[in-house]
């Protein structure tokens, strides 16, 4: 009886834990594929079940451009970050640049509240009339993803890494070469998934955009939120255009699940 | 000797070669507006008058302080921080003692479990909100099913922040579990082994082993998790605005007010580097522990 207890107790809880956490996100897809007087149903009813909602938001709502906008960000300024910071990473994990202190200031620059950054940004993009542009949206995700890429990546070029170049370098190669055909390389599935995870910080920023953004340089966490206030109480579209903007990042988690802990837990993990 | 020195000198050359496209931007993008923020708090920069020609020494820093809203937003903002941290490490840890005890059904269990992760804030405040409605919500009509009264989740002042903590509980006790079951599959068996043979019971080989060799990684997990919960601020954004009132009026939140609503930006820098402070303090703790582990 115990030991049957024992084995039954933790599937119990975890079975109840997992309903909890999948109960909304089941519930958001019903709601998406309801009709718009059938979403409203208390008792819930389940009705006709169809598409609509999921052709609706892209007739009524400028959600392409949303859409277009959160990608064309998301891509520009991890392709930016992306290179920059594995050079830095790489001089911090091999060359100790800048010792502890370097280190310390980009940890904390990672750390920042956005909200720091956001009113001086706003003052200075004002200042040179950039507000409302993508170039500014690009430019202040550079200041999450950067730090974040740089801290993330350190610990990809740390450990056996040294070894690999010092052969290459008895053989001749320059500093230049060791990194570009050695460390890189060999590093280059961290570095990917680095990058994976830079583009969803991006796509998921929300306050940058919602400062910085005008009408037509809107990405979707901010047209979503707008969308919640002017569509009033429309719950179904609502939920059709929530799934839409979750779909990339579902789909890139599993490529993810390898270096999903280092970046969590910014490289103290593996 | 001589020939070493040169190539330290060359290596020491290449690495700042190599940092220094990534130090200047993070120079542009972090440094400036860090003290741009810092100038402006003390000066009186307003969004009607935005210049820095009236210089005010302490003077914002004195008002944000002598503030009772922002004073309230700093105290709310401590215990939103605590109870989420608390409660989510408590729930992360038993689901990660449990996931760490079975082996069906295991992939399963942690594929659910990565769904909210890295999901937006902004898109689980708009569930929760739908999922919350007083009226039209499944959660209440649930409640009323099962003989409850309604809640009203967001519009009463006791309740609003409890549904916040709630709400980012559902976020991110997943963060606390992928963490805390990395530390726990990288136990070592041997001292669980040992115990067995000597008849330590299930709790005395939990107090004894389990949680001294996990710390390192309790510290951290709770580090990180607590400096992103100081940050909360879309999640107040989609569900309350930071009402009703003042009842979920976190400190990220409070400083978007003063700058954008009452467009005292000076006043809001002097908020923001009080916020700073705090978040540094936090920041050089957490490094220094993670390189006490190496």
Redesign the interface.
């Known amino acids: 009886m115990n030991r049957l207890a024992k084995k039954i107790v933790?599937?119990i809880?975890?079975t109840v834990?997992?309903l909890?956490?999948?109960m909304?996100?089941v519930?958001?897809v019903r709601?998406s594929l309801t009709d718009k007087l059938t979403a409203?149903k208390?008792?819930?009813e389940i009705g006709t079940l169809g598409l609509n909602n999921y052709v609706d938001i892209f007739e009524r709502f400028p959600f392409v451009t949303w859409f277009a906008n959160s990608f064309i960000i998301a891509i520009v300024s991890t392709a930016i970050a992306l290179p920059?910071?594995t050079?830095?990473a790489?001089?911090?994990a091999?060359?100790?640049?800048?010792g502890?202190l370097?280190?310390?200031?980009?940890?904390?620059?990672q750390?920042?509240?956005?909200?720091?950054?956001v009113?001086?940004?706003f003052?200075?993009f004002?200042f040179v009339g950039l507000t409302q542009s993508r170039v500014s949206l690009i430019?202040?995700h550079?200041?999450i993803s950067?730090?974040f890429l740089?801290w993330m990546l350190v610990s990809f070029f740390e450990g056996d890494m040294a070894r690999l170049e010092e052969a290459a370098r008895v053989d001749g190669a320059s500093?230049?070469q060791a990194?570009l055909l050695v460390a890189v390389p060999v590093a280059a599935p961290g570095i990917l998934a680095a990058g994976l995870l830079g583009f969803?910080l991006s796509?998921?920023e929300?306050?940058f955009v919602?400062?910085l953004s005008g009408p037509g340089t809107q990405t979707?966490?901010?047209g979503?939120?707008s969308l919640?206030t002017h569509a009033g109480?429309e719950?179904a579209p609502?939920?059709a255009a929530?799934v839409v903007?979750?779909l990339p990042?579902?789909a890139?988690?599993p490529f993810?699940?390898k270096h999903?802990?280092k970046g969590?837990?910014?490289g103290?993990?593996? | 000797m001589n020939q070493s020195k040169t190539m330290e000198a060359?290596?020491?050359r290449?690495?700042?070669f190599?940092?220094a496209?990534?130090?200047a931007?993070?120079l542009a993008?972090?440094l400036?507006?860090?003290f741009?923020?810092l100038f402006?708090s003390v000066h009186d920069y307003t969004l009607i008058a935005?210049n820095f020609d009236t210089f005010t020494g302490a003077e914002n820093y004195i008002s944000a302080i002598q503030d009772p809203a922002f004073r309230h937003s700093l105290g709310l903002t401590a215990f939103f921080v605590a109870a989420v941290v608390l409660f989510e490490f408590l729930l992360g840890f038993?689901?990660a003692l449990?996931?760490n005890?079975?082996e069906?059904?295991k992939p399963?269990?942690y594929g659910?479990?990565?769904?909210?992760?890295?999901?937006?804030?902004?898109?689980v405040g708009?569930?929760?909100?739908?999922?919350l409605h007083p009226?039209?919500g499944?959660v209440n009509?649930l409640l009323t099913?099962v003989g409850f009264e309604p809640v009203n989740w967001l519009g009463s002042t006791q309740m609003a922040i409890w549904t916040i903590i709630m709400v980012d509980i559902?976020h991110q006790v997943?963060?606390m579990i992928?963490?805390l079951l990395?530390?726990l599959s990288?136990m070592p068996k041997e001292p669980y082994e040992a115990a067995r043979v000597d008849g330590a019971r299930v709790y005395q080989s939990f107090f004894y082993i389990t949680l001294p060799l996990m710390m390192p990684?309790i510290i951290?997990?709770l580090l990180?998790r607590m400096?992103f919960a100081?940050?909360t601020?879309?999640l107040i954004?989609?569900m309350t605005r930071g009402g009703p009132g003042v009842a979920t009026d976190l400190v990220?939140y409070s400083?978007?007010r003063t700058?954008?609503v009452s467009l005292n930006?000076g006043e809001?820098?002097a908020m923001?580097a009080i916020?700073?402070g705090f978040?540094?303090l936090?920041?050089?703790y957490?490094?220094r522990y993670?390189?006490s582990?190496t």
């Open positions: 933790p599937h809880i975890l834990f997992s909890i956490i999948l909304p996100l519930w958001i709601v409203y208390i008792p819930p920059l910071a050079a830095m790489y001089s911090f091999r060359l100790n640049t800048g502890a370097l280190r310390l200031g980009v940890l904390a620059s750390m920042l509240p956005p909200i720091i950054l009113l001086p940004l003052g200075v004002l430019v202040a550079l200041s950067l730090p740089s500093r230049w990194f969803i796509w998921n929300f306050l919602l400062v979707l966490p901010v979503l939120a919640e109480v719950i609502l939920a929530t903007s979750l990042v579902f890139l988690l993810l699940r999903l802990i969590l837990s910014l103290a993990l593996k | 060359a290596d020491r290449f690495g700042w190599m940092s496209p990534s130090l931007l993070l993008v972090i400036f507006p860090v741009w923020a402006t935005p038993i689901v449990m996931l005890s079975v069906r059904f399963i269990y659910i479990l990565l769904c909210p992760l890295l999901m937006n804030p902004v898109i708009l569930i929760w909100r739908m999922f009226s039209l499944i009509y099913v559902w997943s963060f992928v963490l990395a530390g990288a990684v951290v997990t990180i400096i100081v940050k601020y879309d954004y989609i990220s400083i978007y700058a954008f930006v809001a820098s923001s916020l700073l978040i540094l936090l920041t050089v957490l490094y993670m390189r582990l």
